[in-house]
Nanobody
Framework: QVQLVESGGDSVQPGASLNLSCAAS????????MAWYRQPPGKQRDLVAS?????NTNYVDSVKGRFAISKDKNTVYLQMNDLNHEDTAVYYC???????????????WGQGTQVIVSS
């Protein structure tokens, strides 16, 4: 059973930094891509940043230059700098994995970690 365990969420003031991490485990042969999504209060869940197995990254425009996604083996990180009120959300880790060289695979979500930016 694949598990994604997130950590790093906190309540901070505007301008602060946080580093989220997500560790994947559970019979994974290969991680094809990992991503961070976020869901602000009362809004839908949207993609924040993603990273492929080859290291290609993608960011939503609102976080470009402030957030950085990176990975190390089966762990993905999201370094968040210069946080503002609009970054307040539950942040979810997402993984696209394979269980063998030729499949099968699946996609999985973490349980979420809360980030609150408040003055």
């Amino acid at each position: 059973q694949v598990q994604l365990v997130e950590s790093g969420g906190d309540s901070v003031q505007p301008g602060a930094s946080l580093n989220l991490s997500c560790a994947a485990s559970g019979g994974i042969f290969r991680i094809n891509a990992m991503a961070w999504y976020r869901q602000p209060p009362g809004k839908q869940r949207d993609l924040v940043a993603s990273i492929t197995s080859s290291g290609n990254t993608n960011y939503v425009d609102s976080v470009k230059g402030r957030f950085a996604i990176s990975k190390d083996k089966n762990t993905v990180y999201l370094q968040m700098n210069d946080l503002n009120h609009e970054d307040t959300a539950v942040y979810y880790c997402h993984a696209d994995v394979s269980f063998g060289d030729y499949g099968p695979g699946g996609t999985y979500w973490g349980q979420g970690t809360q980030v609150i930016v408040s003055s």
